[in-house]
């Protein structure tokens, strides 16, 4: 059995994963997830990008919970169906990116401004092995991931 992205070539998952996106080589507007074609900056004509490793660690910009259970065809996280928490996460490259927040977390242990870093956990395990997804670790205030 093995480990393996569940959305293949969107995050690296070795000991300091991180999100993988498109720069610009023009403008270096950075992207999430990756892009391909023209940039989406409306002041660019760039058509090239180079790929870019995205910063691990950001600040929270928005969060919520998803206290209902989605319908088929998605599949619930956990059988009985338990809410999770979801963060909009501020980069320093100028994005904001949207993930589940890591288990054992919850709408609590989050702040607008607070620091979380990324971090890669099983989604789901089928017959060949573990699905990991990209989710966000909340960090305490002295800079060292928080503990739960």
């Known amino acids: 059995m093995t480990a393996t992205p569940a959305i293949e070539g969107w995050f690296t ?56 259970q989605p319908p088929p065809p998605y599949l619930p996280r956990t059988d009985p169906y338990e809410p999770f928490a979801l963060a909009a996460v501020e980069l320093p490259e100028g994005l904001v990116v949207v993930g589940q927040v890591a288990d054992g977390y919850a709408v609590r242990d989050l702040r607008v401004g607070g620091e979380v870093e990324l971090v890669v956990e099983t989604l789901y395990t089928d017959d060949t092995g573990d699905r990991t997804i990209w989710r966000w670790k909340p960090v305490t205030e002295m800079g060292e991931e928080a503990d739960q």
């Open 13 to 68: 998952t070795g000991p300091d994963p991180a999100l993988l996106g498109s720069r610009c080589t023009v403008c270096g507007t950075v992207f999430f997830p990756r892009t391909a074609g023209f940039c989406r900056n409306p002041g660019c004509a760039g058509e090239e990008f180079e790929e870019a490793e995205l910063s691990r660690r950001g600040t929270v910009w928005s969060y919520t919970d998803a206290q209902y």
